[in-house]
């Protein structure tokens, strides 16, 4: 997220129920959804990207069904991370690689630290199940965005 946000994309955040949100701050995020708006997102609209936790999409319905939507539109990238996806999405997303920048995981690090995760490793790589391929880490170039776009596709 730190990094689309410097490359200037608006991040929005959905969350179920009001959390800490100094985190969120730290990475650029300053707009939040409610469970609500975000049951209205348009898929293939303005939405462009839709990023969630397998555990998120495996609990809440409302979620699961505009993720599945998404899925179907071409033009909207959805994204998992985590160590796993659901099993129903196999064969739909890949295990890629995202090379983090050096300021992504500098504000990584202080967001994790105001979310009281204790001494959590900050990676130069993340794992993500995703459709689009450049963010596989091993494409030199992936980690390079123009504008929110992958340099090459």
Known sequence: MCDRTFAGWDI????????NLRP???????????????????????TTSIAVTPGIFENNDLIRGVVLQALDQPVTEVTFWGPSIPSDLHGRLARRQYRLSGAA?????HALAAAAIP??????????YCAAPWFDASNDDSHRLVAGQPENR
Do not use: D, M, W, Y
């Not at 929005?12 to 959390?19: D, S």
């Not at 490793?121 to 993500?128: G, R």
């Open 105 to 109: 995981r500098a504000f990584k690090a």
């Open 119 to 128: 001494s959590a490793a900050v990676s130069a790589t993340e794992n993500l």
């Open 12 to 19: 929005n955040v959905a969350l179920p129920e009001p959390h």
């Open 24 to 46: 969120l701050q730290i990475l650029g995020i300053t707009t939040l959804l409610t469970h609500q708006r975000f049951a209205s997102i348009n898929v293939g609209g303005a």
